[in-house]
């Protein structure tokens, strides 16, 4: 596992949180890899395949991902992307 910073049961708990959604990424050709959890309890994700480029990114993270972490593991403060593709308007 790529994530630092974490032991491995709460990477377990992080991982368990993520395949609750995984299937719906998976779906649409995406998914999810960790890369690491801040000192300031951020989560920080890697969005692959379709979920890298889709322009939906941000409402996925969001509304989905982000709200599935946070209510499965309440340390987790925020939920960030660091390949989002940026929103335009």
């Known amino acids: 596992m790529a994530a630092i ?6 990477m377990l708990r992080i991982e368990s949180a993520l395949d609750q959604i995984r ?6 050709g995406g998914n999810v890899k960790v890369l690491e959890v801040t000192d300031e309890m951020v989560l920080k994700l890697e969005l692959l395949g379709a979920c890298g ?5 941000t409402m996925t993270l969001k509304a989905g991902v ?12 925020a939920v960030e992307a660091i390949n989002m593709t940026p929103t335009e308007f």
């Open 5 to 10: 910073n974490v032991d491995q049961d709460f």
């Open 23 to 28: 299937p719906y990424l998976e779906a649409d």
């Open 53 to 57: 480029t889709c322009p939906m990114s």
């Open 66 to 77: 982000e709200q599935s972490v946070l209510r499965a593991i309440p340390e987790i403060k």
